[in-house]
């Protein structure tokens, strides 16, 4: 967008800056998104566990949760296939994990956007979303102990920060 108004002067530059990056699961317009659907957009934090996020930010619907053990790769695509999102972003591992998911490969969820990893640091998440929801404690929202969840959480506020550039 256009941030300056031009004076007149011929020659003359005007300020112009990204104001809002517009992606499938950040759009808010009414006249794009469906009104029977949420329009989610998921975070995927995968090491040793799975933390998922996700969010509508049309809505302000916001979801997490970790999965740990055998059915823990399971959990996850039934978790997204449920919400069905229009867009994924994720860390490095998730994205390499992703490509031998079956709701990918089937198309019932997009494929995995690599995010970049340093915003999915596990030492700063907690605070971090604390701080989004100036709280004490993130216990009220079942996420005590869930560090992948908080980091997954993490992430999407960061990716949403970046791409929407303002605070929500």
Do not use: W
Request: glycine fraction near 8%.
């Amino acid at each position: 967008e256009q941030l300056t108004q031009p004076t007149g002067k011929a020659n003359e530059l005007v300020k112009r800056d990204v104001v809002r990056v517009i992606t499938s699961g950040t759009v808010m317009e009414t006249e794009i998104l469906d009104g029977n659907r949420s329009n989610y957009i998921a975070s995927v934090f995968y090491d040793d566990k799975v933390g998922v996020a996700v969010c509508d930010i049309s809505t302000g619907d916001f979801f997490a949760s970790e999965f740990v053990g055998g059915g823990a790769i399971k959990d996850l695509q039934e978790f997204l296939v449920s919400y069905k999102p229009a867009e994924i972003i994720a860390n490095s591992l998730a994205v390499e994990l992703s490509a031998s998911l079956e709701c990918v490969r089937a198309n019932y969820t997009p494929a995995f956007s690599r995010y970049d990893d340093g915003h999915f640091d596990k030492k700063y998440a907690k605070d971090k979303v604390q701080r989004v929801y100036n709280v004490a404690t993130l216990d009220g929202f079942g996420l005590a102990g869930k560090n992948h969840a908080v980091t997954a959480c993490s992430a999407l506020f960061d990716y949403l920060k970046d791409t929407q550039k303002r605070d929500l």
